[in-house]
């Protein structure tokens, strides 16, 4: 993903209410069970920080995330990078009630190029992500009562 490409944005509605999302997004527990098994600690607070690994293709990637920005039931929103490799980004959660449900609107915007030589972090690779933890897991795990 490089800096000059447009961000990769997933939407998806839940038949859940915002409050309901919006646990799912920031509670770790709630967390664990459709994002990232591995993270050690999450909190809403601007200014938190966490670190995790994920092994992929006989890779780590070291996770580094840091909240820059929350509106309890509206938005969230997170540096992203990796500790060793270069290239920097910023995710958004952003909220909103429909009906008796609520909308996601997911924004990951590259604000430093990534390298190209790492077939798990091209646009495909995320926009791959993200689709399946937004319309695949965390409509799962709501869909359960999550």
């Not at 790492?118 to 993200?130: F, M, Y």
Request: hydrophobic share 35%.
């Amino acid at each position: 993903m490089n800096s000059s490409e447009p961000p990769i944005v997933v939407e998806q509605t839940f038949d859940a209410p915002v409050e309901a999302v919006w646990k799912a997004i920031t509670e770790i527990e709630r967390m664990k069970k459709w994002y990232f098994e591995p993270i050690p600690d999450f909190k809403a607070e601007v200014g938190f920080a966490t670190k995790f690994n994920i092994a992929c293709n006989g890779r780590n990637f070291m996770h580094l995330w840091k909240v820059t920005e929350v509106e309890p039931n509206k938005s969230i929103s997170y540096n992203w990078s990796y500790e060793g490799i270069g290239g920097d980004s910023f995710v958004k959660f952003e909220l909103s009630a429909e009906g008796p449900g609520s909308r996601l609107k997911l924004t990951h915007t590259t604000t430093k190029d990534w390298p190209s030589d790492i077939p798990e972090i091209t646009r495909e690779a995320c926009a791959g992500g993200w689709n399946y933890f937004i319309k695949g897991t965390l409509v799962e795990y709501l869909t359960k009562g999550g």
